[in-house]
């Protein structure tokens, strides 16, 4: 701690901070642009100007740049001094002089940091009377556009891209006023985590091309707090809404998630919401062939009812897509033995060992945020920017961390960004990484080990083994990889917090347990460390834990005609599994109901379809990887705008069905109810309740608004539905108004924060008013409850250590590789993310490809016993002999690890195309 | 090999230049040519290095450089000495490098090309010593793009000296490792700034770099490095020669900074060259020395050492040239050639001029330098139209004023403020002429909207 004394005033800050971050910190104001919480200081800019004084007696001082100066103790500063004032009121001043004061048709216009700062300094007055100087713009692909004329050369595009990302294809060119930010030339913006440009960009350079398609501006949207719903992490996001339709996605900040940075996946894979082909009303066929009907709801509930009431045995297949709440009310209606988590066995068997293992392994699971804390990383089975990108991001900071502890040692302050990269070079915390392909963290790792997945489980248990003797050693285990698992096993002892990251995504369950033994090892050994497994979906990890059948049961059941109802919550069957064995199933059932909110390939089999809500129109809870509980909430009700919408969220279409099979009232609910009947039945989920505010949550007696108070429109908005306007939908399920009316305020605390907004602060900046330091944790906490935690008791190793992998004369074994882009079924309906996804392709060792005597782009035709698939080639050079990668989100996908023919495809027959 | 493509030479002869007072050019041939390897060892060339590195230690070197006072030569003034001893050795530490700063691109200056082309064997000996001295691994010379002659002169003298032995393992039998290499720049007057040389070095864009950390602490790729301009370093090898107070007598009573300098002019004079003097002599002894002005023109103004310094007045001629007076003038001693202007010189064509150098030069890192420059040229383009408005001087004072020292990231925009600040001072007259006569009201302003 320091004191510091800033315009007369004392207060005691934290004296390892810069001072800009400490005032800012304090709630005080002063305007900056180049320095950035994540980003740490540069100087560039010049805007934070204050007046430093040596001491009590100094009353000339000098001018310093806050973000250059430590709140050392003592600090004497002023931000009202006149001189710091006019120098500020020069620095925007000729900030703008080449800024083409376009705010009107800008998109950036309305939570533009550069408005703010510059209604912040009181520049209003242009004085500049000569030319301005104008910039070509570049396509930079379907998620950013570009208008280089605005741009302030702050320097922070390139510093996050760059640095903080570790992209490469973003640069500064030129010198001069003649900056320019961009691509060598014309092209995708290859980071997948350039969106973030969008909020990192001051002003309007790098803006949401998702957004421009449909414009509103962010005091005409109205917003909720919610969860991204493309991966596993639990990302904690804005949506904007307006006129019944997503506009884009901002970041909300999560101190212990993903804090100021998303994915592109994240941010711009919303498109499905949007969709036009959506189910917006129950349709209803009696016999498969039949054309459906569309149906108002009671007749739908009724018929659906009856159906249900006349089988013989209904069973539920529910969806790690979809909330907890939507689970355990399927689950009510059909029993809890009639109850299938819709996921394929594989997976689900690996589900349960990362969750034996989160609870039993004697490691933490670490938040996101801690992963970048941690010092030597050891990565088995997972691609971790194709899996959880955000995860990747934080696991590129842990290594990037080593830098900061350099600087410690010779007195350079962290935030001292170029002086700490400087001194750090390419000198990393150590981070190993055994994946068959290359992947975008290996620019950061001490080595990376291109294995088949048998081979990355025995490099794991070797590595346990090294660590600690007790674990069971590698027979026969090759000496390159004994020299690789000590010289792991010495990094990860010397390391003061080791880190272990595993996952499903090769689909084996041997990896998860080498990881396991790793983590046992470590945890007995140096009783230190953490494990973080990689689960796929939103709601994997409380699928989990609620519990149930996997998917074959429930297909085994119908196709046995054990069961002749089912009813399937928000899953696509087609996706995971063979679709022949599906189609077997569903043909055999003679009721088949579906809820969902696309238009998927189980829904086209559908009896009766019920049109769900997605996560834009729905509240609900799910568990993030790291095991913790959030809610998200509706951002709006699809039925203000389309009036025949009939779109409800699932739990509560399956309340309502429950309650007419029973032949009950069918009583009004809301979601507080529902998720307290998940916690009560489900005791790992007890907390869940926490998660979030209940509805009855009020601040100052309000409920929280999910318009800003410049919302405009509202009574004219829908006049050509109506001229009288409808009262606001209410919101029974939360704290949330979908109105203007209602608390949007930073000064009492809360978490739950629907968009980020505060007096002279509009842009994303604005978070800063809402945390308890600058990138610290929301004053109220940050949002969650975490449900996994490790459980004392006797951590028993995994004894079963797979053979050596070796090839076969004619068949290679299958790997289903995650793809960040593509590789997901809901975000893969949206246009921006399939205009960027990579062409599909079967990756091949080189060796194997002249073997078969293809190379690049030449077609292949893989054929299993699940089907066959052909595909273009890529040929990769460190990729192990024998095994070949398929690209996940294809239907019909073959099974990880089993055994296929591949072929030089004859002709360029349509029909075996994979599905994008 | 003929130097004689340009005038602006060394004007003294052999027979003045002596080995005991004019350490940096007694040894430069009468024709202009470079000195070889062997002309420079018979002319006690290598003598320092072989006794610095048999019997001295690097503190050693260190102290006597201290206490000569050898100021930097690239026109900032510090002490190398006292650099020399900030740079972080010892156990733990890695070796760095030491650079030697060759990007001479101040306008007006010209001296450092004179010691690179004809006496490269001068440099290469002051790096050595400087390289023991800071423990430094491996050498760089960052020359200048365009003396192509002195890349000729370096990259021969690099293979003599390797050749000889005097560069790579165990120098002169001392068990002293050091080599050099020589980097060519792309063209950059900030790569003349230590830090963005050394950005520029590692192949980054040259911007300049926050201090602290000092390169002495994390410089070229995070390693100890110390940056020396070449009249600095070409001073070692006498000062290690004949001893600290040898240096500091040779100039005697003109001034409290040793040694000499390598003086010059340019300008409308009769004789623009180079003259190594003691260090402190005055203005007014260089003009003597040049001839005078050409054409019998009288003397308008001065810039005591390049472009980025402030114009200073005929009536400050008599007062010593070193660092400390030409600062207290409210001016810089720079690289300590002058920059004459006779009374015909428009003074304010000269400054914009100048300021385009500048603003072409920014690095484009800070705000005040990038956007405030132009802003600077094309007032003073106005200006010189004539059609500069009222309220134009105030703003060039403000914005003299707004590029100073410690309101910008480096010294570029405070060096481009100097000849603005000062020209404003002396000669606003020039300035004011170029303010158009105010327009009638009525035109200029017919329908005010939203006037303060």
């Known amino acids: 701690m320091a004191t510091i004394h800033v315009d007369g005033q004392r207060y005691d800050v934290d004296g390892a901070d810069n001072l800009l971050d400490a005032c800012l910190s304090l709630g005080l104001d002063v305007p900056y642009f180049c320095w950035h919480p994540a980003l740490g200081s540069v100087g560039a800019c010049r805007q934070c100007a204050v007046k430093q004084y040596q001491d009590e007696d100094d009353t000339r001082g000098a001018l310093v740049m806050a973000c250059m100066t430590p709140a050392a103790d003592g600090t004497r500063i002023s931000i009202d001094d006149d001189e710091a004032r006019e120098f500020r009121a020069s620095v925007i001043e000729w900030l703008m002089i080449n800024h083409p004061h376009d705010c009107p048709v800008c998109e950036e216009g309305g939570h533009c940091h550069l408005q703010d700062m510059t209604v912040m300094t009181g520049h209003d007055r242009r004085r500049y009377r000569f030319r301005k100087r104008t910039h070509r713009n570049q396509d930079l692909g379907p998620f950013i556009a570009h208008e280089m004329n605005r741009c302030i050369t702050c320097y922070r595009c390139v510093r996050f891209y760059r640095d903080y990302a570790g992209g490469e294809d973003l640069g500064a060119f030129g010198a001069n006023d003649n900056i320019y930010f961009g691509r060598h030339r014309e092209g995708v913006l290859e980071s997948p985590f350039a969106g973030n440009l969008t909020e990192v960009c001051p002003t309007g350079v790098f803006t949401d091309q998702t957004h421009s398609a449909r414009y509103t501006r962010k005091w005409d949207l109205q917003f909720a707090p919610s969860l991204c719903h493309q991966c596993a992490v639990g990302c904690n996001i804005s949506p904007g809404e307006r006129y019944g339709e997503l506009r884009r996605i901002e970041n909300r900040y999560h101190g212990e998630v993903n804090r100021f940075f998303l994915c592109d996946r994240g941010r711009f894979g919303y498109g499905y919401v949007n969709r036009d082909d959506r189910p917006r009303r129950p349709e ?40 907890l709440e939507s689970n355990h009310q399927l689950r009510a209606l059909v029993g809890n033995d009639a109850f299938s988590t819709g996921i394929a066995a594989a997976e689900q068997r690996c589900l349960a060992v990362m ?26 089975g997972e691609d971790l920017i194709a899996s959880a990108a955000r995860i990747g991001l934080a696991v590129r900071q842990a290594a990037q961390a080593r830098r900061e502890t350099l600087a410690a040692e010779r007195d350079i302050p962290y935030w001292n960004d170029a002086a700490v990269r400087t001194l750090g070079q390419d000198r990393y915390h150590p981070v190993f990484i055994a994946y068959p392909t290359a992947t975008d963290l290996d620019d950061v790792t001490a080595a990376r080990f291109a294995l088949a997945p048998d081979d990355i489980a025995r490099l794991g248990f ?43 995504s090769l689909g084996s369950e041997a990896i998860l347990e080498a990881a396991g033994n790793v983590a046992r090892a470590m945890a007995r050994r140096a009783r230190r460390g953490g494990l973080l497994l990689v689960r796929r979906e939103a709601n994997s990890t409380g699928l989990a834990m609620l519990g149930g059948e996997p998917l074959e049961w429930a297909l085994d059941e119908l196709a046995s005609r054990r069961a ?8 696509d069957l087609f996706q995971r599994l063979p679709a022949a064995r599906i189609e077997a199933a569903l043909d055999a059932a003679e009721t088949v109901v579906v809820l969902d909110h696309q238009r998927t390939a189980t829904w086209e089999r559908a009896h009766l379809g019920l049109p769900a809500a997605s996560f834009a129109e729905a509240d609900g809870t799910l568990v993030s990887l790291e095991g913790r509980a959030q809610r998200f909430f509706q951002v709006f009700d699809p039925a203000y705008h389309r009036p025949e919408t009939r779109i409800r969220e699932s ?72 001229v009288s306007e ?3 939908p209410q919101d029974p399920d939360s704290p949330f108004t979908f109105s203007m009316e209602g608390y949007n305020g930073f000064d009492r605390p809360r978490e739950e924060v629907a968009f980020a907004w505060a007096p002279g602060w509009n842009s994303p900046q604005a978070w800063n008013k809402f945390t308890d330091e600058v990138g610290g944790h929301l004053r109220a906490g940050d949002p969650g409850v975490r449900l996994l935690a490790p459980r004392p008791g006797a951590y028993a190793y995994a004894t079963s250590i797979p053979e050596g992998f070796r090839g076969r004369e004619d068949e290679w074994q299958v790997m289903m590789l995650p793809r960040l882009f593509g590789g997901d079924e809901t975000s893969s309906r949206a246009a921006p993310i399939l205009a960027r996804a990579t062409p599909a392709t079967l990756v091949l060792a080189t060796g ?44 019909p996908a073959p099974v990880a690890g089993e055994w296929a023919r591949l072929a030089a495809a004859r002709t360029e027959g349509p029909g075996e195309e994979g599905r994008p | 090999m003929s130097v004689s493509r340009y005038h602006c030479q060394l004007r003294q002869g052999a027979a003045e230049r002596r080995a005991e007072t004019h350490p940096l050019t007694w040894r430069l041939r009468e024709d202009g040519a470079v000195l070889g390897l062997d002309e420079y060892v018979e002319k006690d060339g290598y003598a320092a290095v072989r006794e610095v590195l048999t019997h001295q230690s690097p503190d050693d070197v260190v102290a006597t450089m201290k206490e000569a006072n050898v100021r930097g030569r690239g026109g900032a003034g510090f002490s190398a000495g006292m650099k020399w001893s900030l740079t972080m050795k010892g156990p733990g530490i890695p070796r760095g490098y030491l650079v030697c700063n060759a990007d001479e691109m101040e306008p007006g200056t010209f001296k450092d090309r004179l010691l690179l082309e004809q006496q490269p064997h001068l440099l290469i000996e002051g790096m050595i010593l400087g390289a023991y001295a800071n423990h430094s691994y491996y050498g760089y010379i960052f020359l200048r793009g365009e003396y192509v002659e002195a890349a000729r002169a370096i990259t021969r003298a690099l293979e003599e000296a390797r050749e000889a032995g005097w560069l790579g393992h165990d120098i002169a039998g001392s068990g002293f490792d050091f080599d050099i290499a020589l980097h060519t720049g792309a063209g950059r007057y900030i790569c003349g700034e230590e830090t963005a040389l050394i950005n520029s070095l590692e192949g980054q864009r040259a911007n300049p770099r926050a201090k602290p950390p000092f390169p002495g602490q994390s410089g070229a790729w995070g390693k100890p490095t110390v940056v020396n301009n070449v009249e600095t370093l070409c001073n070692a090898p006498s000062v290690m020669r004949h001893g600290a107070k040898w240096y500091q007598a040779l100039s005697g009573e003109l001034s409290d900074d040793g040694g000499t300098k390598l003086y010059g002019i340019s300008g409308k004079v009769e004789r623009p060259g180079l003259w190594e003097l003691p260090i402190g002599i005055p203005g007014r002894e260089l003009l003597e020395r040049a001839g005078g002005l050409r054409d019998g023109r009288a003397l308008k103004t001065w810039l005591p050492g390049g472009g980025s310094t402030g114009f200073l007045l005929p009536e400050h001629l008599d007062k010593p040239l070193d660092f400390d007076t030409i600062g207290e003038l409210g001016s810089r001693l720079g690289t300590g050639l002058l920059t004459v202007v006779n009374e015909d010189q428009s003074v304010l ?100 909207v939203g006037g303060a």
């Open chain 1, 284 to 323: 209803w066929r009696s016999d498969r062939d039949d054309a459906c009907v569309t149906l108002e709801v009671d007749a739908a509930l009724d018929r659906g009812a009856d159906r249900l009431r006349s089988a013989r045995r209904v069973i539920g297949i529910g969806s790690p897509r979809a909330s």
């Open chain 1, 564 to 571: 002749d109802a089912v009813v399937i919550l928000e899953n």
């Open chain 2, 349 to 448: 064509a000269l400054v914009r001029n100048l300021e385009q150098f500048f603003a072409r030069e920014s690095c484009g890192w800070c705000t005040p330098c990038r956007d405030g420059l132009p802003w600077v040229v094309k007032l003073l383009q106005a200006l010189e139209r004539g059609e500069g408005r009222r309220g134009d001087l105030e703003m060039l004072d403000k914005l003299a004023d707004d590029l100073g020292p410690g309101k910008t990231f480096c010294a570029h925009a405070p060096g481009a403020a100097m000849p603005l600040a000062s020209a404003l001072r002396y000669f606003r007259d020039e300035f004011e002429r170029g303010v158009a006569p105010p327009a009638r009201a009525a035109q200029a302003d017919p329908m005010p």
């Open chain 1, 355 to 380: 969750q034996a293992l989160n609870h039993g392994c004697g490691l933490p699971t670490p938040t996101p945020r801690e992963v970048e804390r941690h010092d030597a990383v050891f990565i088995l």
């Open chain 1, 848 to 891: 194997d490809a002249t073997r078969l005597g293809v190379s690049d782009g030449d077609r292949l035709v893989l054929a299993s016993h699940t089907g066959s698939l052909t595909l273009p080639v890529r040929r990769e050079a460190t990729l192990p002999l024998g095994v070949v990668g398929v690209p996940a989100g294809l239907a």
């Open chain 1, 462 to 504: 070797a590595v346990a083994h090294e660590i600690d003797d007790n674990a069971p050693a590698v027979a026969g285990l090759e000496p390159a990889m004994g020299e690789a698992a000590r010289d792991i096993a010495a990094r990860l002892l010397a390391a003061e917090r080791p880190l272990v990251i595993s996952g499903g």
């Open chain 1, 651 to 722: 739990w509560r279409w399956l309340h309502a069905l429950r309650a007419d099979l029973l032949r009950h009232e069918v009583a009004d609910i809301a979601l507080d109810a529902v998720t307290r009947d998940c916690a009560r039945a489900c005791p790992a989920l007890g907390a869940i309740v926490d998660a979030a505010p209940g509805a009855d949550y009020r601040v100052h007696g309000l409920k929280l608004a999910r318009e800003p108070h410049r919302y405009s429109g509202r009574t004219a908005m829908r006049a050509h539905l109506d």
């Open chain 1, 726 to 728: 409808p009262r606001v």
